[in-house]
């Protein structure tokens, strides 16, 4: 999977930072932006997506999704979505121009919904090692919004709003 995610991001926060550069938008700040956003897509990629097994025994795909929402659906599962999807509740924010909250849900719904068909394709036609759950993309928008809730409450603090703006693409 390293082989795979570390080229990709390292391409993907290359042309992030053209995209900067070339809006005349670069800076350090807005750089660290870029490389959190690179390392946390890598990371979820690398935990979502993958393994994919090359040498998997053959058998028929089940095509079975996971549609009962939250029955059944074990409380640590629900924990970690919501915390891994937490930051994109305060990455996304600071790439919109106008970072309303449900304009922030929307990306991570699609976001999330992304992975999950993915998880899908992979697991039913290339033998990848994940199942696809709507309670998963459930959890990430409510981790999401849990994440953008946060960075709201810190936006309130006098001299936040400042500093973020540094971070902030638009």
């Known amino acids: ?76 599962d629900a924990l970690m979505n919501v915390l891994v999807f937490a930051p994109v509740g305060v990455i996304v924010p600071l790439l919109l121009a106008r970072a309303t909250w449900w304009r922030v849900l929307a990306v991570a719904a699609a976001f999330s919904l992304a992975i999950e068909l993915t998880q899908f394709l992979t697991g039913n036609l290339l033998g990848g090692g994940h199942l696809t759950d709507v309670n998963d993309l459930f959890f990430n928008v409510v981790g999401a919004a849990l994440g953008f809730g946060f960075l709201s409450l810190v936006s309130l603090v006098p001299g936040v709003p400042a500093l973020l703006d540094r971070f902030r693409w638009n």
């Open 1 to 76: 999977m390293l082989p795979v995610v570390v080229p990709l991001a390292a391409l993907v926060f290359l042309a992030l930072l053209w995209h900067l550069r070339r809006r005349d938008r670069l800076t350090v700040p807005r750089a660290a932006v870029a490389l959190a956003l690179c390392v946390y897509a890598a990371g979820v990629v690398a935990n979502t997506v993958f393994p994919i097994f090359l040498d998997m025994p053959e058998s028929e795909p089940s095509w079975k999704v996971y549609f009962g929402l939250v029955h059944g659906y074990d409380v640590s």
